[in-house]
């Protein structure tokens, strides 16, 4: 797969997904209670999450 194909289907991807993501957003910001789950792990000996 060449470079400009997986740009093209980068692109692609995006705009299918861009309806979706946009309602899912708004959704989201309607609900009484947000949630955001940060689970942790350890690397280096320090506390990681995202």
Known sequence: MS???VCKVEDDVS???AVPVEEAR???GLQPVVHMDETGWREDKKRAYL
């Open 15 to 17: 705009q299918a997904l």
């Open 26 to 28: 708004l959704a989201v």
């Open 3 to 5: 470079t400009g194909a």
